[in-house]
């Protein structure tokens, strides 16, 4: 039997929103073990002169504790 715990991250980009998710899951891989999964809780986008600047997204990280 396994124990996961999930977080909560939050990345950007300047590019697209599947950018801002492969960062977010990049960086929780850099710093936590066994990361098996995510969900993307929240997206939104900043706009400057009626244009999209950024896009940001709110992750719910799943990884499993170690025994």
Do not use: P
Not at 9 to 33: C, H, P, Q, V, Y
Not at 45 to 65: C, K, M, P, Q, S
Request: aromatic share 6%; charged share 25%.
């Amino acid at each position: 039997m396994s124990v996961a715990r999930i977080t909560t991250l939050s990345a950007n980009s300047k590019t697209s929103f599947d950018a801002a998710i492969k960062e977010g899951i990049d960086r929780a891989n850099k710093t936590l073990r066994n990361v098996t999964g995510a969900w993307v809780k929240e997206q939104k986008v900043e706009i400057n002169d009626g244009a999209v600047v950024a896009w940001h997204v709110v992750l719910e990280v799943t990884f499993v504790l170690d025994d």
